[in-house]
């Protein structure tokens, strides 16, 4: 099949109604009553639009940094005069909660707790529940970057108290990049009305919500994107048929079984723990005495999709990816062989066959639905 890239000009103009018939489709899957708004940019532009809405002199925020990801977020509630308090995990490892409850103890008042939800850079989960009952214990507005955990994991916005999730449909949901959305609960609204706005800005949520979700929500300002607003209807409409409870499965059961695949082939995952690794990419580590980009040019050459890890983690872990449309036995299998051979190649012992074994009993078993995430 050839790409025509043809198809792509002289697209329809998405209708006026749409976006926010769009927004609610989103919100249905989510199960969420938060407000959703769209950023006409990539996710990185919301969680920097997210930062510049609330942050202020005088706020005190508590960032929990797990990647590259947070440390960013960090710097721009630092530049929105913010006084940033970081909680700084280990290398590819989820945050302790009990560092993010030392750090607010200290601190004793404090407006802001964020975090990553989960890390497609490390491969780890950080626990969700944990930091909201924290920034909660505090009566402070808890911020998550859901990008690479929506679709992927169960993230309850209404009922685990998140007051601001940034998603974007470019991983799981298997959308487009270039749109991404901010969930926001009546908690940071009032946070975000309470400061002054720097409107006219694309990185004013204080300004979407007046222009937008204020006037009954018509087009978008300025010239939306159809291109992007097209897919993402399109990659909604993808998943309504099949379920965002079976979207989510998918997931889990490659992570299940990539991670039983690595165990198998004598390799333990990066994350020792299940409960806090990320479905989406299974991070595996690069054994010592092996190079980390000789190991993935090795599995490059048996044609599967496996990653460096970046910031803290590069060089210490590779990632198995398992995302979006590759969430499926087929993936899963050929990113563990190709790891696989390219250690042998680089004459660290492994057990190939029960690894592959591994992944057929896990597809075997059960189907994707059976597992325990929760059905719509
Ligand atoms: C992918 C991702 C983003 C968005 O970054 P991209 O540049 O679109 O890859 C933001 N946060 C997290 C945690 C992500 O995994």
């Known amino acids: 099949m050839t790409f025509d890239s043809h198809r792509l000009l002289d697209l329809p103009r998405y209708p ?74 280990a290398p590819g490892q989820p945050v ?24 497609s850079s490390s491969g780890v989960l950080n626990p969700l529940a944990e930091l909201s009952a924290l920034a909660k214990s505090h009566n402070a507005l808890f911020v998550v970057d859901a990008v690479a955990s929506v679709g992927g994991h169960v993230i309850d916005v209404d009922g685990q108290g998140v007051d601001i999730a940034v998603i974007g449909p470019q991983k799981a949901l298997a959308g487009p990049a270039g749109v991404s959305a901010v ?65 989510i499965a998918r997931h889990q059961q490659a992570a299940r079984a990539s991670r039983a695949a690595l165990r198998a082939l004598g390799v333990p995952p990066w994350v020792a723990r299940d409960d806090v690794a990320s479905a989406l990419v299974t991070a595996a580590p690069v054994p010592q005495g092996i190079n980390a980009g000789e190991l993935i040019a090795q599995a490059l050459r048996y044609g599967a999709e496996i990653t460096p890890g970046f910031g803290d983690a590069a060089g210490l872990l590779v990632r198995l990816n398992h995302t979006g449309r590759n969430a499926n036995a087929e993936a899963v299998l050929a990113n563990v062989v190709a790891y696989g051979r390219a250690l042998e190649a680089l004459r660290f012992p492994v057990d190939l066959r029960a690894a592959a074994d591994a992944v057929a009993h896990e597809y075997g078993r059960s189907p994707a639905g059976a597992a325990d995430g929760p059905q719509p």
């Open 183 to 247: 969930l926001l609960g009546q908690r940071a609204w009032a946070h975000i009305d309470a400061l002054p706005d720097f409107a006219p800005s694309s990185l004013s949520l204080a300004a979407l919500k007046r222009d937008w979700l204020e006037r009954d929500r018509p087009a978008l300002p300025g010239t939306p994107p159809a291109l992007e607003f097209w897919a993402l209807d399109a990659a909604i409409a993808r998943i309504e048929p099949e379920g965002f409870g079976q979207v």
């Open 16 to 89: 006026d109604h749409g976006y926010a018939l769009l927004a609610d489709r989103i919100r249905r899957l989510l199960a969420t009553t938060a407000d959703l708004v769209f950023v006409q940019a990539e996710a990185m532009l919301a969680l920097e639009a997210v930062a510049a809405s609330i942050a202020r002199p005088g706020i005190v925020a508590v960032n929990v940094v797990t990647s590259p990801y947070g440390k960013w977020f960090g710097a721009w509630l630092r530049r929105g005069g913010a006084s940033v308090h970081e909680v700084v995990a």
């Open 96 to 119: 302790e909660a009990s560092a993010v409850a030392d750090c607010l103890k200290t601190l004793g008042h404090v407006d802001i707790v964020a975090a990553v939800h989960a890390e």
